[in-house]
């Protein structure tokens, strides 16, 4: 049929069949491109979407942190109670200073402690409650427990009653874990660590307006005068001062008072002067 497809008519139609089909492939070709380049699009737009999305988050979790309130306890004032935002109960010894943010971060609970105060946790096992006391990290989930950084002999001392917490350096790595009835006593200087059996109603009574003491020496008990009352106690050494005494002082009654009490159970005299306190034992 060569005559018959030669003819012009005939290898014109074939040109334009030819040439249509050249127009479809470049037309499928080019939707075909058109429709990866706005799946790439959308796959750009869906990533700086996501990623501004997440940095809008942290920032807004950035500025909750960055709003904190900060309460102050004078040395002459009585225990203060605070109740955090998920529901913490805290409570401020006199002199301490206590730091915490309107609200918590989605990660962590975290606040900051100078001075003493004994810590009620909510139990959250998703958002760890961690008290930057000094150079010291507390870390818990859920527990109860006391945190003294004003110690005469510039020691941090943590006493766990109920719960487990892990005792952390500024690092967050963990230096002991504690279980009911431990305190951990941290060295600022040093970086020592030691773990202690005490009796946990000790360290914790201040909070009910009790300073207790069992089977303590005459040492500890005036360390601890020095250390709330803010006074400078020299002791007349002698003699060997081996003795226990058990003794209990309210936190509201004055320096003078608790001395005379300590006289009936303890052989001592005492004379004061200015904020310096001379004991002599009998």
């Not at 301490?96 to 971060?105: E, T």
């Not at 431990?182 to 946990?200: C, F, L, P």
């Not at 209990?248 to 009654?253: L, S, Y």
Request: contains cysteine.
């Amino acid at each position: 049929k060569i005559n018959h497809y030669s003819q012009p008519l005939q290898l014109n139609n074939a040109l334009e069949k030819f040439n249509q089909q050249i127009e479809d492939n470049q037309k499928n070709q080019r939707r075909q491109f058109i429709l990866r380049l706005t799946k790439y699009a959308a796959l750009v737009v869906l990533f700086f979407g996501i990623s501004f999305l997440f940095w809008l988050e942290m920032n807004r979790n950035i500025e909750q942190s960055a709003e904190l309130y900060t309460v102050n306890v004078a040395k002459s004032s009585p225990v203060k109670v605070v109740t955090l935002p998920d529901g913490t109960k805290i409570w401020l010894n006199s002199g301490s200073s206590f730091q915490y943010p309107a609200s918590f971060s989605k990660t962590e609970r975290n606040v900051k402690l100078n001075g003493e105060a004994f810590f009620e946790v909510k139990t959250d096992s998703l958002h760890p409650f961690i008290v930057q006391a000094d150079s010291l990290r507390v870390k818990v989930y859920g527990t109860s427990f006391n945190i003294n950084t004003d110690t005469y002999d510039r020691t941090i001392k943590t006493t766990l009653v109920t719960g487990c917490v892990a005792v952390q350096n500024s690092n967050g790595r963990d230096l002991a874990i504690l279980h009911p009835g431990q305190m951990a006593t941290y060295n600022n200087q040093t970086g020592n660590i030691e773990i202690d059996r005490v009796n946990a109603k000790l360290y914790t009574s201040w909070r009910l307006g009790l300073i207790m003491f069992e089977r303590a020496s005459i040492n500890e008990i005036t360390n601890k005068l020095q250390e709330f009352y803010q006074v400078n106690i020299i002791i007349n050494k002698g003699r060997k001062i081996d003795n226990k005494y058990n003794f209990v002082f309210r936190n509201n009654q004055s320096i003078d008072r608790v001395l005379e009490m300590l006289k009936f159970v303890t052989p001592i005299t005492y004379k004061k002067y200015d904020n310096t306190i001379y004991i002599n034992l009998k």
